[in-house]
């Protein structure tokens, strides 16, 4: 006799399923859920990402998809519950996340880094809150709307977030941030790993620019997506790259000016290197 299926089914794809012990840690925050009703799908080996949270869906049971990225934690243990009695108090609601907070065991430089960008330290809402931050760090997406929107894309090498947020709001689709849930999600820690994260969002922004411009949107930093437009023409963007530089050094965010220096470079590379993903 086969078990009734879960609720809930976990989707983590992960390229080696330890990530430099991120992965236990997640593993050991999720037993710690008082949301019980759930499966786990730990992906590994399948790259892109878009291409492992298909193949986990694939296999899930739940009529709700949980996707963490590996290197996430759950800050405590009423993280799922507030999750899905999001997802439950409307049928409109599209994908449900969770606020990224600083972890206690930050570094001064990942502490830096919180304060100069957005969205890697995302407030933590009280009600539920239409929101471009909600991201796929920490987010549920009933099995139904998943399906009817196609899944993830296959093809992007970055850029899943945005293009995911866009397709459900088209699809009339809320997404919003849960109240009160929160995990934590390391950010880069020194120079090196901060260039590094950045040229590589520049390179798969510019691979997605070169051969998928129709995903190519905007990221809100702001909480609120009120009045938010997603798409912006590249002319725009380039025009605009060099005040960006010059805001951040004026306001004295050495961090932010470094990251979108090494991001042009990365989108530079791209444009000049990237080829087209095997289909």
């Known amino acids: 006799m086969t078990s009734p299926p879960p609720r809930v089914s976990i989707i983590i794809p992960t390229w080696d399923g330890h990530r430099d012990g ?10 710690a859920q008082d949301f019980r009703d759930h499966e786990q799908h730990l992906v590994q080996g399948v790259r892109p990402q878009g291409r492992a949270i298909n193949a986990g869906a694939a296999a899930a049971r739940g009529e709700i998809l949980m996707i963490l990225d590996d290197d996430a934690e759950l800050a405590d243990p009423q993280v799922f519950r507030r999750i899905v009695e999001t997802l439950d108090s409307d049928p409109m609601i599209g994908m449900a996340g969770a606020s990224i907070i600083v972890s206690p065991d930050a570094s001064p430089f990942q502490r830096r880094a919180a304060q100069q960008f957005p969205r890697l330290c995302t407030p933590v809402v009280h009600t539920i809150t239409d929101s471009d931050l909600a991201c796929h760090g920490c987010c549920a ?24 947020r866009v397709r459900l709001r088209e699809a009339g689709y809320r997404v919003v941030l849960a109240p009160e849930a929160r995990i934590y999600h390391p950010l880069p820690n020194g120079w090196r790993a901060l260039l590094r994260t950045f040229f590589r969002n520049g390179y798969g922004s510019a691979y997605a620019q070169k051969y998928r411009p129709e995903t190519v949107y905007e990221t809100h930093e702001a909480l609120h997506d009120t009045d938010f437009q997603p798409r912006t023409s590249l002319a725009k963007r380039v025009a605009r790259f060099p005040f960006r530089l010059i805001r951040a050094l004026a306001q004295g965010q050495s961090l932010r000016f470094a990251a979108y220096c090494s991001y042009a470079c990365g989108y530079a590379w791209a444009w000049c290197t990237a080829r087209e993903l095997p289909q």
């Open 141 to 164: 997406i009933p099995r139904s709307v998943f399906e009817a929107i196609g899944g993830e894309r296959e093809d992007l090498l970055r850029g899943l977030d945005p293009d995911l």
């Open 22 to 31: 991120c992965v236990p840690r997640l593993l050991t925050s999720i037993a």
